[in-house]
């Protein structure tokens, strides 16, 4: 669980001095369930993930089988070109849910931690026996730091990183044939599809990160009117 705790400043007066049971009840059984919900989450981005891998796993042993079958003829590439592409596609629908669900798990953290202001606020006495952080660190609890290399490190980076592969593969593929098996067009091609799909899948990734994370900033403490953030 991540959690967020406040400074003494941020403390005030917004928890009632007299906590009613219904309260208490709500507020635990809304952790409770966006704890649910963050594992739902979590275990649908590795199943997408494993779905992906292994079509892409199956995809290539296949076409391994086709190329030692018809000593790279003809099949080889016709069934190349279009198995490739197909993962591909498959890869970006990939990319573009397994970030959804990391940010719907990003915000269900930052609901929870939002609910731990609530119980340091009503029992401040607690707090020595609980993890808490202040207000300024509670971003990067939510798997989102600063760091530039963080997008590959998340799901959706890797995911991006194999999909740029494959379509960078596609591409070679289709400029081997179409140069006559011209290695000096087959593998620059190859080479740029794949570079320039990465370079624009990571730039959306880390803006979408970019984002979030000011977003997060931007939520004050114990129940404020948020302040809208960039959508």
Same mark, same amino acid.
């Given at each position: +669980?991540?959690?967020? !705790?406040?400074?003494?400043?941020?403390?005030?007066?917004?928890?009632?001095?007299?906590?009613?049971?219904?309260?208490?009840? /709500?507020?635990?059984?809304? =952790?409770?369930?966006?704890?649910?919900?963050?594992?739902?989450?979590?275990?649908?981005?590795? !199943?997408?993930?494993?779905?992906?891998?292994?079509?892409?796993?199956? *995809?290539?042993?296949?076409?391994?089988?086709?190329?030692?079958?018809?000593?790279?003829?003809?099949?080889?590439?016709a069934?190349?070109?279009?198995?490739?592409?197909?993962? !591909? /596609?498959?890869g970006?629908?990939?990319?573009?849910?397994?970030?959804?669900? #990391?940010?719907?798990?990003? =915000?269900?953290?930052?609901?929870?931690?939002?609910?731990?202001?609530?119980?340091?606020?009503?029992?401040?006495?607690?707090?020595?026996?609980?993890?808490?952080?202040?207000? =300024?660190?509670?971003?990067?609890?939510?798997?989102?730091?600063?760091?530039?290399?963080?997008?590959?490190?998340? +799901?959706? *980076?890797?995911?991006?990183?194999?999909?740029?592969?494959?379509?960078?593969?596609?591409?070679?593929?289709?400029?081997?044939?179409a140069?006559? =098996?011209?290695?000096?067009?087959?593998?620059?091609?190859?080479? *740029?599809?794949?570079?320039?799909?990465?370079?624009?899948?990571?730039?959306?990734?880390?803006?979408?990160?970019?984002t979030?994370?000011?977003?997060?900033?931007?939520?004050?403490?114990?129940?404020?009117?948020?302040?809208? #953030?960039?959508?």
């Open positions: +669980m991540t959690g967020a !705790g406040t400074d003494g400043e941020h403390r005030g007066g917004a928890t009632p001095q007299a906590l009613s049971p219904a309260a208490v009840s /709500f507020v635990t059984t809304e =952790h409770f369930a966006l704890q649910g919900a963050r594992a739902a989450t979590i275990s649908e981005s590795n !199943g997408r993930a494993s779905i992906f891998l292994g079509a892409v796993s199956g *995809g290539l042993i296949a076409l391994g089988f086709i190329g030692q079958a018809s000593h790279l003829g003809t099949a080889f590439y069934f190349g070109l279009i198995l490739l592409p197909t993962l !591909g /596609f498959v970006l629908t990939t990319f573009f849910r397994v970030f959804q669900s #990391g940010l719907e798990d990003a =915000h269900y953290a930052e609901r929870i931690a939002h609910l731990r202001d609530f119980y340091f606020a009503a029992a401040p006495e607690v707090e020595k026996y609980l993890f808490s952080v202040p207000p =300024h660190e509670r971003v990067a609890l939510q798997g989102l730091p600063a760091s530039p290399v963080q997008v590959y490190l998340t +799901m959706a *980076g890797t995911v991006a990183v194999i999909t740029s592969v494959l379509f960078g593969s596609a591409v070679g593929l289709m400029g081997d044939v140069s006559n =098996h011209s290695s000096w067009v087959a593998f620059p091609a190859g080479a *740029g599809a794949s570079l320039i799909t990465l370079v624009l899948l990571i730039r959306y990734l880390s803006a979408q990160m970019k979030v994370r000011r977003d997060m900033l931007l939520y004050p403490a114990h129940g404020a009117t948020r302040v809208a #953030g960039p959508t």
